[in-house]
């Protein structure tokens, strides 16, 4: 899904929702944007709610109707928030980004559709499968020794993987170990607000 400028929509949002903007550089700028700016517009609950959605969105890089359809899902469920970042977190491309496997997660679904991962030894070319406890997800065969498997050995040690992820650096591979868990005020967007932009 092609995104467009990425600094703009950031702003736009309020929030670093693009690895790109998730530096100490644009958070100056961001800052001083914000001082000298003479007139801030207050945004209704409709816009504000909006905003939310479109925060988590963007963070996952999904169209609006991919995002829909997970959002779809979640409301059946006892806990729509949990389910919906649930769903979303266990997605393989994220999977990949979360354990350093990939330096973005628009590198994690452009290379796992290009078939450079396997899953439980196998290869997959589909970056929005859905992982699960237990699975191992890892560079194929020789493919982990080339320039890009060798930089993400070294991501992996100096970047933190979340709980529900075991990563192993000298494998190039990381095992679903738990459950994403979800709390508000964690992430950039509030699932909560998402879900009822949804259901208004």
């Given at each position: 899904m092609k995104i467009g400028p990425k600094y703009k929509i950031a702003r736009r949002l309020g929030a670093p929702i693009f690895e790109k903007t998730q530096t100490a550089k644009y958070g100056?700028?961001?800052?001083?944007?914000e001082k000298t700016a003479k007139f801030k517009r207050q945004k209704s609950e409709y816009g504000q709610a909006l905003n939310e959605k479109q925060?988590?969105?963007?963070?996952?890089g999904m169209s609006e109707r991919q995002f829909k359809s997970?959002?779809?899902?979640?409301a059946k469920a006892a806990n729509p928030s949990l389910k919906l970042f649930q769903l979303l977190e266990s997605r393989l491309d994220n999977a990949l980004f979360r354990s350093?496997?990939?330096?973005?997660?628009?590198?994690?679904?452009?290379?796992?559709?290009?078939?450079?991962?396997n899953v439980n030894g196998k290869r997959v070319t589909v970056p929005s499968i859905q992982v699960k406890v237990g699975d191992?997800?890892?560079?194929?065969?020789s493919e982990r020794l080339n320039q890009l498997g060798a930089d993400s050995a070294e991501r992996m040690?100096?970047?933190?993987?979340?709980?529900?992820?075991e990563a192993s650096a000298e494998k190039r591979e990381a095992t679903v170990v738990g459950e994403p868990a979800y709390a508000k005020g964690e992430q950039v967007f509030d699932l909560g607000t998402v879900i009822g932009f949804y259901n208004r």
């Open positions: 100056l700028s961001l800052a001083r944007k925060k988590a969105r963007f963070s996952y997970y959002v779809d899902k979640a350093g496997l990939a330096k973005t997660r628009a590198q994690a679904r452009q290379l796992a559709s290009h078939g450079h991962f191992v997800v890892g560079w194929r065969g040690k100096a970047q933190a993987a979340p709980a529900w992820l």
